[in-house]
């Protein structure tokens, strides 16, 4: 069983929609949960980064928690074609040393 | 944020050759980390490397394989060694930055063995 599981797409919405990405994990040690966000032949962007379980709002980005199922979210607000490309979600157990764990990243399409 | 530069950003290599990848930063930081990102999977951790001591590697990944290298606090190398076309694959370094030591990805070096 992989540690981070993600479903990879492609996820395809109209412009304006609400869009919902999740990843699941096994390891109940894990504190620290990202999203980063990766266009084609580009490094990952560092989207959003929470602790322990709960909400976190950016802009149109809201990133949540659940530590209790294990189960990691990120919603994005008013979808936009710019909004096209890999979702990958990440967890690490401290941030003295960020081993990152991450999962296989999710794409999306959003058509204007 | 941190600026990171990687050189090559893209090569094709023969079987059984080596390349070297360089990592450059904006900044001194302590740890650089290396990952590997092969298709349809997920970025996975190679080696951490801190200057003036040996990198430590994670499990299913050896030094012979991918040497690493850090002479000062703004630059690493990895080298991919004896390739094969299992090697293609891109290869990030990244680096610890910001209050909360977030972790921030170079653009990747895209990596075709033949």
């Known amino acids: 069983q992989k540690e981070v599981e993600q479903d990879p797409g492609p996820l395809s919405v109209p412009e304006g929609a609400i869009v919902s990405l999740n990843c699941t994990y096994s390891?109940?040690?894990?504190?620290?949960f990202m999203w980063y966000r990766q266009y084609s032949r580009k490094g990952p962007e560092l989207l959003m980064y929470?602790?322990?379980?709960g909400n976190k709002e950016d802009g149109r980005f809201t990133a949540q928690v659940d530590k209790s199922s294990k189960y990691i979210s990120l919603f994005i607000r008013d979808s936009q074609p710019s909004d096209s490309a890999t979702y990958l979600c990440a967890t690490s157990l401290n941030t003295g040393f960020q081993k990152l764990v991450f999962g296989t990243g999710t794409r999306l399409l959003v058509s204007p | 944020s941190a600026v990171i530069s990687q050189k090559p950003s893209r090569d094709i290599c023969q079987r059984g050759t080596s390349l070297t990848i360089q990592c450059q930063v904006d900044s001194q930081v302590t740890m650089m980390f290396w990952y590997r990102q092969q298709p349809g999977q997920s970025l996975t951790l190679i080696a951490t490397?801190?200057?003036?001591?040996?990198?430590?590697?994670e499990s299913g990944f050896v030094i012979d394989k991918f040497p690493i290298s850090r002479p000062n606090l703004t630059f690493s190398t990895l080298t991919v060694s004896n390739m094969s076309p299992e090697d293609s694959s891109i290869y990030l370094c990244?680096?610890?930055?910001?209050?909360?030591?977030?972790?921030?990805f170079g653009p990747g070096t895209r990596l075709t063995v033949l």
């Open positions: 490397a801190n200057q003036g001591s040996e990198a430590t590697y």
């Open positions: 929470t602790y322990s379980s």
């Open positions: 990244s680096v610890n930055r910001g209050l909360y030591n977030e972790q921030f």
């Open positions: 390891n109940s040690a894990f504190q620290y």
